[in-house]
């Protein structure tokens, strides 16, 4: 029996490994996305943050705070803050995590652009809403209702975002 054969057939399985291995091996999960979220801690920090605000300026609000995913991950509607407010908090986030943009933004649209945009469940053109980034990706979104005015619920908003900028590595 000769050694050619068998050493033409390692180097071809060498030269194989070696041209085909590591683009496999760079992203063995071909099948998986890997995704960032605000987490719970920062969306209660950031929640605890606005609604103090909030009450130092004597409005009673709702604050919801969206995930990665426009999902509820934390609402919070203070002592005395009328019914209505949460769900339009809950708006608010949704429509600033959809839009990449603040809430308010969406209401100065043409109304021509609006008419299908403010017919889905969950959006509003109401200030209030501000998108959560961590760097150029976005996280999150928060929404707070029943300040009186919408630029008051995002200034509170605003605030929130702020105390854990550093913490989503913005600062």
Avoid: W
Avoid at 17 to 35: D, I, M, N, R, W
Avoid at 52 to 69: F, L
């Amino acid at each position: 029996m000769s050694l050619r054969p068998i050493s033409a057939c390692l180097a071809s399985a060498l030269l194989a490994a070696l041209t085909f291995g590591p683009a496999h091996a760079q992203s063995p999960a071909e099948g998986l996305v890997s995704e960032r979220s605000i987490s719970a801690d920062a969306a209660l920090e950031l929640a605890q943050t606005a609604l103090a605000q909030c009450r130092a300026a004597g409005y009673k609000v709702s604050i919801t705070v969206v995930n990665r995913h426009g999902r509820t991950a934390l609402a919070l509607s203070d002592d005395g803050a009328n019914p209505h407010t949460l769900e339009n908090s809950e708006r608010k986030a949704y429509t600033a995590f959809s839009t990449r943009g603040a809430s308010g933004e969406v209401g100065k649209r043409p109304a021509a652009n609006l008419v299908s945009f403010l017919q889905l469940d969950r959006t509003t053109g109401g200030e209030g809403g501000l998108p959560i980034f961590a760097g150029k990706e976005i996280v999150g979104a928060v929404g707070i209702s029943g300040a009186p005015g919408g630029e008051k619920d995002a200034a509170c908003a605003q605030a929130g975002i702020e105390r854990i900028a550093r913490k989503l590595g913005n600062g």
